[in-house]
């Protein structure tokens, strides 16, 4: 429900603008580009469990084991429409922060903190199965999802941080979602969705530019 109020919002918006678009999109490629525009909101327990369990052991109870967020990453994307309607596209986003809070202010076991980001390339078919008018149109998302979290463990000594450990995991998931576009002209568009990672069971919410070639 949140997803479809959320797109419902952001169509009532975009509805009164009257400037047309060329909707043949057949045969171009686009890059689809957004800056702290993307929300992640995700349980970081995943990533835990792809630890070493040496590297485990370190950790606070509570840490990387709930519900958390993220908007500072920044992501790109490269696509081919093969119709109209139907495009291919490769997505990458970097920078994902899971839990950013963690500094070692009160409990930090043995002085122990971490460092975890998450990095997620996309591989999506992206149909556009409903047209409202030529300029807004919602579509569907399916893919696969790889995505790596890389792990920094750090002693606090000093006033400074010793890196003690690192570890690293890739894994695969699936990728599906909902969006909406409004061509607002020719070669540009503008993209509001929602999305589901199966890996840390990651809901995105976006609002990311296309710019089409």
């Given at each position: 429900?949140?997803?479809?109020?959320?797109?419902?919002?952001?169509?009532?918006?975009l509805?009164p603008?009257?400037?047309?678009?060329?909707n043949?999109?057949?045969?171009?490629?686009?890059?689809?580009?957004?800056?702290a525009?993307n929300y992640y909101n995700?349980?970081?327990?995943?990533a835990?469990d792809?630890l070493?369990?040496n590297?485990?052991?370190?950790l606070?109870?509570?840490?990387l084991?709930?519900?958390?967020?993220?908007?500072?990453?920044?992501?790109?994307?490269?696509?081919?429409?093969?119709?109209?309607?139907?495009?291919?596209?490769?997505n990458?986003?970097y920078?994902?922060?899971?839990d950013?809070?963690?500094w070692?202010?009160?409990d930090?076991?043995?002085?122990?903190y971490?460092?975890?980001?998450?990095s997620i390339?996309?591989?999506?078919?992206?149909?556009?199965?409903?047209?409202?008018n030529?300029?807004?149109s919602?579509y569907?998302?399916?893919g696969?999802a790889l995505t790596?979290v890389?792990?920094?463990l750090?002693?606090?000594?000093?006033?400074?941080r010793?890196?003690?450990?690192?570890?690293?995991?890739?894994n695969?998931?699936?990728?599906l979602?909902l969006?909406l576009?409004?061509?607002f002209?020719?070669?540009?568009a503008?993209?509001?969705?929602?999305s589901?990672?199966?890996?840390?069971?990651?809901?995105?919410y976006?609002l990311?530019?296309?710019w089409?070639?």
């Open positions: 429900m949140k997803c479809v109020s959320f797109l419902a919002l952001v169509g009532a918006l509805l603008n009257i400037t047309m678009a060329n043949q999109k057949q045969g171009q490629y686009f890059v689809n580009f957004g800056v525009s995700y349980n970081s327990k995943d835990r792809e070493d369990q590297l485990e052991e370190l606070d109870e509570y840490d084991s709930s519900d958390d967020a993220d908007i500072v990453n920044a992501s790109v994307g490269l696509g081919y429409y093969l119709t109209n309607d139907f495009a291919v596209r490769a990458y986003t920078g994902i922060e899971l950013w809070l963690d070692c202010f009160f930090c076991s043995n002085n122990v971490h460092d975890s980001d998450a390339l996309t591989l999506d078919g992206i149909y556009h199965f409903y047209h409202i030529e300029q807004l919602f569907g998302i399916a696969l790596r890389s792990t920094k750090s002693y606090w000594r000093d006033d400074q010793e890196v003690i450990a690192r570890d690293n995991s890739t695969l998931g699936a990728n979602g969006g576009q409004y061509d002209a020719r070669n540009w503008l993209k509001a969705g929602y589901h990672h199966t890996f840390l069971s990651m809901d995105k976006y990311n530019m296309e089409r070639f």
